[in-house]
């Protein structure tokens, strides 16, 4: 009876240099995907420059003014305006509350008619009028932030553009009554009773992406050549 034949073991130098192949290639398919998550390089824009409230930036709440002798409207309110963030109204909502408050947002997500006004949300933050939508850069400044607004019909009948991944939206300016909670079960919302297009938004423009279109036939030559490669090997053998 002959003897099996028993195989050389593999040389630690040769597992060592494949494994080191293999995080080579691991890691240039992870630099490569995340350099083309998105086009062009990061929009750099300085924090002094950056509007908005910030929520990584922690408040100290003013006392809230008193209202005696302050002028009011037909419902109590007073009419003296404060211009605030949605961080303002978030972190210090006992202090804006009833109060007639000044608020400048992106419109976001979709305007929803109720009753005698529209439903929106506007966002203040970074991404508002900064860097933009992420989807346009690589800039990431924090989560977004905004605050709920019954609109006029009026005024949201002014809106053109929405804000999504693609679009900016219209920067609202508004004027109204900030409410902690709202008779309507909304919580921290503003009830607009002005407004106006600050800036009107726009759509961001989808050429097509060449160095994407480069890489996936590289990559489809690829996969076809190894898959090819062992298919005649299994053959041979």
């Not at 028993?6 to 890691?27: C, D, E, F, H, Q």
């Not at 508002?128 to 932030?145: K, M, T, W």
């Not at 279109?213 to 062992?230: C, R, S």
Request: hydrophobic residues 40%.
């Amino acid at each position: 009876m002959s003897t099996p034949l028993r195989r050389r073991p593999i040389p630690r130098l040769n597992i060592a240099l494949a494994a080191l192949a293999l995080i080579t290639v691991l890691g240039s398919v992870v630099g490569t995907g995340e350099l083309l998550r998105h086009p062009g390089s990061p929009t750099v824009v300085p924090e002094a420059e950056l509007a908005g409230g910030d929520p990584r930036v922690e408040l100290l709440c003013p006392e809230p003014q008193p209202r005696e002798g302050q002028a009011r409207d037909s419902v109590g309110n007073t009419l003296e305006p404060v211009r605030v963030t949605s961080n303002d109204l978030f972190d210090c909502p006992q202090t804006f509350d009833g109060r007639q408050v000044l608020y400048r947002g992106e419109v976001v997500g979709a305007l929803m008619a109720r009753g005698s006004g529209v439903w929106t949300q506007l966002n203040d933050d970074v991404y508002a009028e900064g860097v933009g939508p992420l989807p346009a850069h690589r800039d990431y400044r924090g989560g977004n932030a905004g605050v709920g607004v019954l609109l006029p019909t009026q005024v949201a009948g002014d809106v053109s553009y929405i804000g999504g991944p693609q679009t900016r939206g219209d920067v609202l300016e508004v004027r109204g009554v900030f409410h902690r909670v709202d008779p309507s079960g909304e919580v921290a919302v503003i009830r607009a009773d002005a407004g106006d297009v600050a800036v009107r938004g726009r759509p961001f423009p989808d050429p097509p992406l060449v160095d994407r279109q480069i890489v996936a036939l590289f990559a489809m030559v690829v996969a076809v050549g190894v898959v090819t490669a062992e298919r005649m090997v299994a053959w041979r053998r």
